[in-house]
């Protein structure tokens, strides 16, 4: 019963699909008019959300292993299909690789330990994988660990595994669903999350509490480095951008510290910076979640959410890349947002499709008035503050077309 065609008038592309974390809801926004398409009821605290290829279909996955599929042709995006894949969970994603896009879903659990290969249109499962297994240090048995991130590769059909407390990353080859292939590689515990360098060929991922970065070369396979990024980085997908020195990066910020660690991503220009730590900036503080830039942008921005000062939590820090060593601006969102009493968080920064607004969540109590806040990226002043008594504690919110190309 789904349609044939796209059935409503929205730009696809620019809508954005936004956590009410407390709520089990998205809201789905337009984001070229800011206004509120429709509210889905999800699983609790959605962690992530993922584009099909055609940028059709939306996967969500709430912190208690539901997936909910929505169909954004419909005329009012709502779900159709469902998954619960465990209990627990934080990652989903869907095949890209060419001549397999959108065929298969993946979906990787806290609890059980384990990943599920679903049908990429029903959700259907075709294979349970267990990840229990060695360490990659002592080699001891782990009985439940983790599955934190997960990528869809674009140089061959596989998703990229991360399995925290192992420490291993998986290749799972899906051209042959029904003689699954994997392969191992071995980095460094506790892995957790992470994204692709601009040319989509290497994967760079926090393993936090081993306080290290692990580079993946997903063309040849391989763990290509293992760089030491200091107290527990958080990098979310990180934020790549062209360097004025060192060429083009990718950035982490941290929970632990106010570093900002900038590894050299070229090894084919820049061969004396790759898989280096080039430079360590500094944001407001310790307890920022995201980072995030854009390739239209000169602007890089570190929010700090968990930071114990609210003056801190409440602001994001915007620094200039053509002029890194000038340090930041403080830009006071939550203030701007105009809201009332309780934590006013604000968290993750994201684009629109073209590059020239950020969107910030201000994240508040569950019976408190929360707000998502647009800056416009060129003036870094105010452009829009959109409230509704709906948008309950809003935290990641994710651009269509930026997460269907990995653009961050």
Excluded: C
């Amino acid at each position: 019963e789904r349609p044939t065609k796209k059935k409503n008038d929205y730009n696809i592309d620019n809508i954005f699909s936004v956590t009410l974390r407390d709520a089990g809801q998205v809201a789905i926004i337009d984001g070229d008019t800011k206004k509120i398409i429709n509210i889905v009821n999800t699983g609790y605290a959605v962690h992530i959300s993922r584009l099909s290829s055609t940028g059709r279909y939306l996967y969500v996955i709430g912190r208690d292993a539901k997936v909910n599929m929505i169909d954004l042709w419909m005329k009012k995006p709502e779900n159709v299909a469902t998954i619960k894949v465990g209990l627990e969970a934080r990652s989903v994603e869907t095949s890209k690789y060419k001549g397999f896009e959108d065929k298969y879903a993946i979906a990787g659990a806290y609890w059980p330990p384990q990943y599920v290969v679903m049908d990429g249109f029903t959700l259907e499962p075709k294979q349970i994988v267990s990840t229990r297994g060695m360490t990659v240090d002592t080699q001891e048995y782990h009985p439940e660990p983790r599955v934190a991130a997960i990528v869809a590769s674009h140089q061959h059909p596989e998703f990229i595994v991360n399995v925290k407390e192992t420490g291993k990353i998986l290749l799972v080859n899906y051209s042959d669903i029904d003689n699954l292939s994997v392969t191992t590689i071995p980095a460094a515990r506790f892995l957790h999350d992470g994204g692709w360098d601009s040319t989509h060929r290497y994967f760079l991922t926090a393993a936090n509490k081993s306080n290290k970065i692990a580079v993946i070369d997903s063309k040849d396979r391989k763990l290509e480095a293992l760089i030491d990024a200091t107290e527990i980085p958080h990098p979310g997908r990180g934020a790549n951008f062209v360097h004025p020195k060192y060429g083009p990066v990718w950035a982490t910020s941290a929970l632990g510290n106010d570093n900002i660690t900038v590894i050299g991503t070229d090894p084919s220009k820049h061969k004396d910076h790759a898989w280096k730590v080039v430079e360590i900036l500094h944001g407001m503080g310790g307890g920022s979640l995201f980072i995030k830039t854009h390739p239209h942008s000169t602007n890089l921005w570190v929010d700090a959410p968990l930071n114990p000062d609210a003056k801190i939590s409440q602001s994001i820090a915007v620094f200039d890349i053509n002029k890194l060593d000038k340090g930041f601006e403080v830009l006071p969102i939550a203030e701007w947002a105009k809201l009332g009493e309780g934590p006013k968080r604000v968290v993750q920064p994201e684009y629109n499709k073209a590059g020239d607004e950020i969107w910030f969540s201000v994240w508040n109590g569950k019976t408190e008035e929360s707000a998502l806040v647009v800056v416009d990226d060129n003036t870094r002043k105010l452009k829009k503050v959109i409230k509704d008594k709906r948008l309950v504690t809003p935290t990641g919110k994710f651009n269509v077309y930026n997460t269907v190309y990995d653009i961050y």
